[in-house]
């Protein structure tokens, strides 16, 4: 079946950066893109950025621009999505979910809680 | 970018009862809404897109409506299994945004 598998929680320091991995399977990748959203405590899911199915082109919300970075690894079939220069706010759950061009969301990861504190 | 505002922000009701979700958009979106099922520690589960396709395996109490700025969630008969958070999210325009989620709680 359909898995996107995220990599486990993290801590980090403010000014440190942070890399999250999305593995998937159960389905062809270069047909999917893959979004990463995020959800700080007591706030709703933010949209970050997404890789496009096949071309691998990237797209960022302005929120996060300069500090977001979305790779793709076709032949591991793992997107990933980098943060820099954490700070307290960036404190959340990350989650990764695919969706065929322009369309919804239809699987999600589990979420990968990232924790900014020093 | 587009708002998008979810109401009430939680609902208690009791098992059996009707439940009407509603999300409403800052500017018409069509029909470019999905809605998703959250429950603690896990991961979103979608439960229609394009405001009233049902996915898979989504049971029919389970129900979606509405076009343009006004969309609408109901749960005809609530089973123990549907108490959890229920959010919208816009596919539209770019950046996609979200709601703020309705909780369904247990009266």
């Known amino acids: 079946q359909v898995q996107l598998v995220q990599s486990g929680a993290e801590v980090k320091e403010p000014g440190a950066s942070v890399k999250v991995s999305c593995k998937t399977s159960?389905?062809?990748?270069?047909?999917?893109?893959i979004h990463w959203v995020r959800q700080a405590p007591g706030q709703r899911l933010e949209w970050m950025g997404r890789v496009n199915a096949g071309n691998g082109d990237t797209r960022y919300s302005q929120n996060f621009q300069g500090r977001v970075t979305i790779t793709r690894d076709t032949s591991a079939s793992t997107d990933y999505m980098e943060v820099s220069s954490l700070r307290s706010e960036d404190t959340a759950v990350y989650y990764c979910?695919?969706?065929?061009?322009?369309?919804?969301?239809?699987?999600w990861g589990k979420g990968t809680t990232v924790t900014v504190s020093s | 970018e587009i708002v998008l505002t979810q109401s009430p922000g939680t609902l208690s009701l009791s098992p059996g009862e009707r439940a009407t979700l509603s999300c409403r958009a800052s500017q018409s979106i069509g029909r470019y809404i999905s809605w998703y099922q959250q429950k603690p520690g896990q991961a979103p589960r979608l439960l229609f897109s394009d405001a009233s396709s049902r996915a898979t395996g989504i049971p029919d109490r389970f129900r979606g409506s509405g076009s343009g700025t006004d969309f609408v969630l109901t749960v005809t008969r609530l089973e123990p299994e549907d108490f959890a958070v229920y959010f919208c999210?816009?596919?539209?325009?770019?950046?996609?945004?979200f709601g703020q989620g309705t909780k369904v709680e247990i009266q």
């Open positions: 159960g389905y062809t990748f270069s047909s999917y893109s």
């Open positions: 979910a695919r969706s065929q061009s322009g369309s919804y969301m239809d699987v």
């Open positions: 999210q816009q596919y539209a325009n770019s950046p996609r945004t």
